[in-house]
């Protein structure tokens, strides 16, 4: 078995058991179907292990597998290693596939200037960029190395992960301009739990929302009319309704420049909403890693200014 490994099968595996799919994973890792699929004919006789098999709810991979894919990721870490000492890495000359996981809250330009310092300064690099849904298990993730940083306001992040702060977000109340409580001085705290709401999922990334654990914390419990796990649609949402959407001024901001929408300050004592870079011990040191952190700070920090 050992002769017949090599990198490209431990990447194969440490994919296929991460996405679960040979098509997916094909895509990942930028080759087609067959390809992957003899790889796998080549794992499954090399370990004597199915790897993938069917369940009700699709394909999974065998528990066995799953131990095989932490392994692989450990060699290739170890295979990464050696490779960035022999050559320092060149952001004009990596095809790396870098990933991110991040809430589509921040503002309108986040991303779209984070993508454009990509292709200006890593021409032939790759982006994957996940959002923080209520199934992602962005630990899983990190650790594994599928994606190299995750973008969250949680108010207790995991400890075991590094974590580097990016700004503070003040917490605002959104509505359309008719709306009855729009006018200065009418959204009182009474009348903001009075009201009915526009809010995310309860969850992302499989924990609490900042906003949602502060107001439990508080025993204050919002009346949740509409629950949309899709931001870019909260303007046409509010645009045509009397609902409220609590969120952090940036994107509020940026939402407000799209429809007729005004912005307040929220009527309770909310703590700002504080963003921050996480990642994992794993690839603290690894320099293509540290360098899209780098990318990300800039991108926050041109934002601010």
């Known amino acids: 078995m050992r002769e017949g490994l090599d990198v490209h099968l431990l990447r194969v595996l440490r994919t296929v058991v991460a996405e679960a799919s040979v098509s997916r994973a094909a895509d990942r890792l930028g080759t ?40 692989a990721a450990r060699a290739l870490d170890g295979v990464d290693a050696i490779v960035e000492q022999v050559r320092a890495f060149d952001p004009r ?13 921040l503002d309108a330009d986040f991303l779209p200037l984070l993508v454009a310092r990509l292709a200006r300064l890593a021409p032939l690099a790759c982006l994957t960029v996940r959002p ?81 654990g502060h107001l439990a914390a508080c025993g ?20 045509r309704t009397d609902l409220l959407f609590t969120t952090g001024r940036r994107f509020a901001e940026s939402c407000a420049r799209q429809a007729a929408l005004v912005v307040h300050p929220a009527p309770l004592a909310f703590p700002p909403m504080r963003f921050y870079q996480l990642w994992h011990e794993r690839t603290h040191a690894a320099s293509a890693a540290r360098w899209l952190r780098r990318q990300v700070d800039a991108v926050v920090n041109a934002t601010e200014t």
């Open 220 to 239: 204050i419990e919002r009346i949740r009319r509409v629950e949309l796990p899709y931001f870019h649609l909260v303007p046409a949402v509010l645009a």
């Open 32 to 71: 087609s179907q067959p390809a992957v699929s003899a790889a796998l004919k080549r794992l499954r006789d090399l370990t004597g292990d199915a790897i993938l098999v069917r369940t009700r709810s699709g394909m999974a991979p065998t528990a066995r597998a799953a131990e095989l894919a932490v392994h």
């Open 132 to 212: 923080l849904v209520a199934g992602l298990d962005y630990e899983r993730l990190l650790e594994s190395g599928e994606i190299d940083v995750v973008i969250g306001n949680w108010p207790d992040p995991p400890p075991y992960l590094r974590l580097s702060p990016l700004f503070d977000d003040e917490v605002v109340v959104m509505m359309r301009a008719g709306h009855p409580l729009a006018r200065s001085g009418l959204l009182t705290a009474a009348a903001y739990r009075a009201a009915s709401h526009l809010a995310p999922p309860r969850y992302a990334g499989g924990v609490p929302g900042s906003i949602d």
């Open 93 to 105: 000359e990596t095809t790396r596939r870098f990933g991110l996981a991040a809430p589509d809250y």
